[in-house]
């Protein structure tokens, strides 16, 4: 099992670029999550889906965020236009269907936007 | 929405020492808490996990409790070594809501 898959590894941009994220979660896993983690506010939870469906994107910081999850096997989150203060590590993590089923994380994308 | 606090934010223990890490959480219908561990540069990592029918939990020198009645659940190291300094988290999980603590950087002085 490779594990959940990020790419790319490092990003690093201007300000107002647009910024894609991907990431590939464990095969046979229903739930994918999208996290940012930064030293002033930890791990927050962005958005999760189930079976490709988004759930709760309630932790999305603004409109310049979207994420979209077109088959099973892929996820996008894209940051359009980008900020310095977007600067952060993203990680994206997913898990079987039920809810204490145990929550894998991938290696994680540095964004730093300039 | 869930809300977790964990204490301490640092914690320093000589080599061999235990350590203990302490969160607590607001929603009672939480059933499910994990610890992650996350080292420099990586990714979180769970090393030991509870759910809210069980009271505690051991993995050799690992080790978590939970008191459900005071909604607090605690993560307990012992003979702790160099490769144990990182950063540890706790969550919280109610449904598919998981929460997680701010952390503890843990450093292990040889």
């Known amino acids: 099992d490779a594990g959940v898959i990020q790419s790319p590894r490092h990003e690093v941009t201007e300000m107002g670029q647009e910024v894609t994220l991907r990431c590939k979660p464990i095969?046979?896993?229903?739930?994918l999550f999208w996290y940012r983690q930064t030293m002033m506010r930890g791990l927050e939870l962005l958005i999760y889906?189930?079976?490709?469906?988004?759930?709760?994107d309630s932790g999305m910081p603004e409109d310049r965020f979207s994420a979209k999850m077109p088959n099973a096997s892929f996820s996008t989150l894209k940051i359009q236009p980008s900020e310095p203060r977007d600067s952060a590590v993203y990680f994206c993590?997913?898990?079987?269907?039920?809810?204490?089923?145990?929550?894998?994380f991938g290696p994680g994308t540095r964004l730093t936007v300039l | 929405g869930e809300n977790v606090e964990q204490h301490p934010s640092t914690l320093s223990v000589q080599e061999g020492d235990s350590a203990v890490i302490k969160c607590t959480y607001s929603?009672?219908?939480?059933?499910?808490f994990p610890w992650y561990k996350q080292e420099l540069g990586k990714r979180p990592q769970l090393i030991i996990d509870?759910?809210?029918?069980?009271g505690e939990k051991k993995d050799q020198r690992i080790a978590v409790t939970l008191n459900k009645t005071a909604k607090h659940f605690s993560l307990h190291i012992t003979e702790t070594q160099p490769e144990d300094s990182a950063v540890y988290f706790c969550?919280?999980?109610?449904?598919?809501?998981?929460?997680f603590g701010a952390g503890t950087r843990l450093t292990v002085k040889p």
């Open positions: 969550a919280a999980t109610f449904d598919n809501d998981m929460r």
């Open positions: 929603d009672s219908a939480s059933n499910y």
């Open positions: 993590a997913s898990r079987r269907q039920g809810s204490t089923d145990t929550q894998y």
């Open positions: 889906f189930n079976n490709n469906v988004p759930i709760d």
């Open positions: 095969s046979g896993h229903d739930y």
């Open positions: 509870i759910r809210s029918n069980v």
